[in-house]
């Protein structure tokens, strides 16, 4: 899974933990980084700005922001009107697919990607998704990702060229916990990535899913969250 430092991998960065070590993993890889960062209208909006003082910690080649107003759509927690969820147990949290689920959201983020890799010429789309800790998402499944691998080949001018654009979803089967040592190693920029999916301002909120799962595999992990909560 190497490649020579002028081979161009695309990364979806969102400015969160899990992308943000995925990108780390595609810089140890030998790629250079071309950060591609959707700006969806989401509620946790602050997100787009640490995505930018990420890619410039890690040194990224580029770094592309597309504003995409899935608002206009709605019908997630966190694009629309309804409540985030807090203090969620982890059964409940796998229960069924949360509100905080973006509908189509990954399928349109991996198009973008897809585009962006086909004009750069990169056959590499590295992607956060994870299965363990947000097991209720159906856009983050292991068939979902070869599905979209799969109509990139029958759908773009790479893939009939027989070149083909694999992604690479290097967190897929880890825990939280895993990712955050893994994430040690390649001296991930943990301070600057932004987790929260209802922030005060900058700071997280310490009670929705995304938070609790942070705060627990950090735990887990044995070392110390640098970003402030409101409720520790
Ligand atoms: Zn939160």
Redesign the pocket.
């Known amino acids: 899974m190497t490649g020579p430092t002028s081979e161009r991998a695309v990364v979806l960065a969102s400015g969160g933990l899990d992308s943000t070590v995925t990108a780390a993993v595609a810089r140890r890889d030998g790629y250079a980084l071309h950060l591609l960062t959707i700006a969806y209208r989401q509620r946790h909006a602050v997100e787009v700005e640490r995505s930018r003082q990420v890619a410039t910690a890690l040194g990224a080649h580029q770094h592309v922001v597309i504003d995409v107003d899935l608002r206009a759509l709605g019908g997630s927690a966190l694009t629309g009107d309804i409540s985030v969820p807090k203090h969620r147990t982890e059964s409940e949290r796998n229960r069924e697919v949360p509100v905080t689920y973006v509908p189509g959201r990954n399928l349109i983020f991996l198009s973008l990607a897809a585009a962006h890799a086909e004009v750069l010429g990169a056959s590499v789309i590295y992607f956060g998704a994870n299965v363990i800790d947000y097991s209720g998402y159906p856009d983050c499944r292991p068939e979902f990702i070869q599905a979209v691998e799969a109509a990139l080949q029958a759908g773009t001018k790479a893939g009939m060229q027989g070149k083909g654009i694999e992604i690479r979803a290097p967190l897929l089967r880890m825990t939280k916990a895993e990712i955050i040592k893994l994430g040690l190693t390649l001296n991930v920029p943990f301070h600057l990535t932004h ?5 005060i301002g900058p700071i ?5 899913d ?2 609790l799962i942070r705060k627990r595999g950090f735990a887990e992990a044995g070392v110390v969250d640098p970003i402030q909560y409101e409720v520790c």
Not at 195 to 199: A, E, K, L, T, V
Not at 204 to 208: D, E, L, T, V
């Open positions: 987790s929260c999916y209802d922030p997280a909120c310490g009670q929705c995304s938070c």
